[in-house]
Every structure is written in C-alpha cells, then in structure tokens.
C-alpha cells in the first residue's frame, strides 16, 4: 500500500484516536474496501467512547482472555491486546492471571460431558456413582473447600465431585491458584470468565449464566457486563484480518 489519500488517512486516524493503537493488520482492508473498513471502526469503537466504563486497563485483558482462549488461539491479536493492556498499567502478574483463568476453560469438557454420562448411566440401569444426597465426608470436605474458594456451587460440579474425589481435588486446587495469590479484584476475574464464556468461539451458556450471576454478587452493574459484550463482539473480525492477507496473495499470484 503506497500513500494513503486523504479519506483513508483520516480513517486511520480517526481508529487510532478511538482504539489507542494502529496495527497493518488493518492495512489491507482500508486499502481496499474503505466503507467496511469505516464501519468496523465505528463498531469497534463503540464501547471505547463510553466515560464511564469498563477501564481501559480491563477492556484490553478480556480482548487477551479471548485471544488466548484454547478455543481461538489468535496470536497476532494476543501480542496487540497484551502490549496495550501493559501500556494502560497491567502487570505481567495480572496479565498472567487472565491467561491462567483462561486456561481452565478445558474442565468444560467435564461440566459438559459429566451430566451426560450420568443421565445415560441411569436410562441403562447402571445408577450413579453414590446415592443423590449422600457424599462421603471428603467429598464434603472438597465441596465445602471450592466453595469458599470460589464462592459458588453448580450442579455438573456435584457430578465431577461424585464421580472422581481425586480429578476435582485437582481442578480445586488449580482453579483457585488466582482466587488466592492473584492481583486483579474478584470481579474483574469474573469478567474474564464472562467474555470467554460468551465468545463467539465458545458461546458456553452454563458457565456464562454462572459467572454473570457471580459478578453482579460482586457488584458489577448490568451496564459493564453489556460492555463485555460489545467488546468481545468485535471477535469474527478475525475473519477479515486473517484470510484477506491470504486473498491479496493470491490475487497478486492469479495476475502473474
């Protein structure tokens, strides 16, 4: 891309004024279509007009919690995201903490996966793992202990609990490293639970109703929760700025 005309420099400033950054990610699209371009940066944009949101700070860890996330691993938008979250004041503590709270999204495969199996076990006559309303007294114990870790209890957890004492005793433990040694105030751990939870790559409703419930417990208002989703909402733009750089090639490579 040679020299930008003037309506395309001026877009270009007008997404970094708005966004705090410019990236070539964006080059490519402004180059060749202005109009979609134009109106990604002011979609884009909204949440970051607002006074009185979410801090900048904040905004930029959740765009690193869904980056980051197993479910997009998107590294170009992760190394953007985290050298803003460090410009606006993060710690590599804090921005460590976000990814260890996203890392625990794979246990999903067992609150998903564990009600399942015992809704199964039971239409086949094989029955659960101990009778409804009895554990035993160190499954008691582990259930006691994530709640007041935690502060929360959900049914898919009872079933891990009942089935294996010893995978949950280990989750616990991973789990709650953040919620005992980590920097960021409980609800903004919640907010990164929120955001990848909701992401369009995960869109996990049980743990999404779990977590908000959480935050609002912790104070948060409606308004910063719908923020998180106008921020994360901004994610299927990764279509554009991963496959059109792979279309300019092979453009250029068809008109050789």
């Known amino acids: 891309m040679g020299t930008l005309d003037a309506r395309r420099q001026a877009l270009k400033e007008e997404f970094t004024a708005a966004r705090g950054y410019w990236s070539d990610l964006w080059t490519d699209l402004l180059d060749i279509d202005p109009d979609f371009f134009e109106a990604y940066k002011n979609f884009s944009s909204s949440p970051w007009k607002r006074k009185d949101g979410l801090e900048p700070k904040v905004r930029e860890l959740l765009y690193v919690a869904i980056d980051t996330s197993t479910t997009h691993l998107y590294d170009p938008g992760t190394r ?3 050298r803003n979250a460090l410009r606006y004041g993060a710690t590599r503590e804090e921005v460590l903490e976000v990814m260890e709270i996203t890392a625990m999204l794979g246990v999903q495969s067992c609150t998903v996966g564990v009600p399942i199996l015992l809704e199964e076990m039971k239409s086949t006559g094989m029955g659960g793992p101990l009778p409804e309303a009895q554990l035993s007294e160190r499954q ?8 007041e870790t935690r502060g929360f209890w959900s049914e898919p957890m ?19 490293v953040p919620w005992k040694s980590g920097k960021l105030e409980p609800k903004v751990k919640e907010f990164v639970y929120i955001a990848v939870d909701a992401a369009c790559t995960h869109l996990h409703e049980p743990g999404l109703r779990i977590h908000i419930r959480n935050a609002l417990k912790l104070g948060a208002t409606g308004q ?5 989703f106008e921020l994360i909402s901004v994610l299927g733009i990764h279509t554009i700025t991963q496959s059109l750089p792979i279309l300019t090639d092979e453009v250029g490579q068809a008109g050789k």
Request: hydrophobic content about 45%; glycine content about 2%.
């Open 140 to 147: 008691e114990d582990l259930k006691k202990r994530f709640v």
């Open 80 to 82: 953007i995201h985290m």
């Open 224 to 228: 910063e929760i719908m923020e998180i």
């Open 158 to 176: 009872d079933g891990i609990l009942r089935l294996s004492p010893d995978y949950f005793e280990a989750y616990l433990d991973i789990s709650s």
